[in-house]
């Protein structure tokens, strides 16, 4: 496997919560590991013994487990995973394809862009007053950089150097400044 592909199956877990089915027919989400409710996937709260010792199977669809719009689920499964009473039955419409949606931070259902995927994994930081200053159309990207370092005062300046505590084979007359000598 590459290496694009295994750093792409590392942001499944990161991903995951904002994507969700909004269910039409109820035959392409699946029931145990898709989201299609606001909890979470079946396969988080059921075993898969307990899926499997009850007669499912793990590709059922939504609609393979509503009969006569009530869930065909074991009685002492109620008991043994109290959660379930939360899930209600979806009024499933035939002839409708289910939707695969992104929540977007705001809990918007949207189509999927990368640029709101981007927007909700990654929120962009508050824009401070000074980057007009730094970064403009026709600046020297060197002076630009050198004048960003300046404003985040991660430039190494002698002042700098001596909060690392410098080793004894540092020349200290270097850090001394040239206009007053302290």
């Excluded at 499944?12 to 029931?31: D, Q, W």
Aim: aromatic fraction near 14%; glycine fraction near 4%; hydrophobic fraction near 45%.
């Amino acid at each position: 496997m590459s290496w694009a592909w295994r750093k792409s199956l590392q942001l499944r877990p990161l991903i995951r919560p904002f994507i969700c089915y909004r269910l039409g027919a109820g035959n392409k989400a699946s029931l145990w590991f898709d989201r299609w409710s606001s909890l979470s996937p079946l396969s988080q709260i059921i075993t898969v013994r307990d899926i499997h010792r009850a007669g499912f199977e793990l590709s059922n669809s939504v609609i393979d487990d509503i009969t006569n719009e009530n869930w065909s689920w074991p009685v002492d499964w109620y008991a043994k995973y109290p959660l379930l009473n939360m899930y209600t039955v979806h009024t499933l419409i035939p002839n409708t394809l289910d939707r695969m949606v992104w929540i977007s931070s705001n809990g918007a259902d949207n189509e999927f862009y990368v640029s709101i995927a981007w927007d909700t994994i990654c929120p962009r930081g508050d824009v401070v007053n000074w980057h007009d200053l730094v970064w403009f159309f026709h600046a020297i990207p060197r002076h630009a950089f050198h004048l960003w370092l300046v404003i985040k005062r991660k430039l190494k300046t002698q002042d700098v150097l001596r909060q690392w505590e410098v080793s004894s084979n540092t020349n200290l007359n270097l850090l001394r400044c040239p206009l007053c000598g302290l």
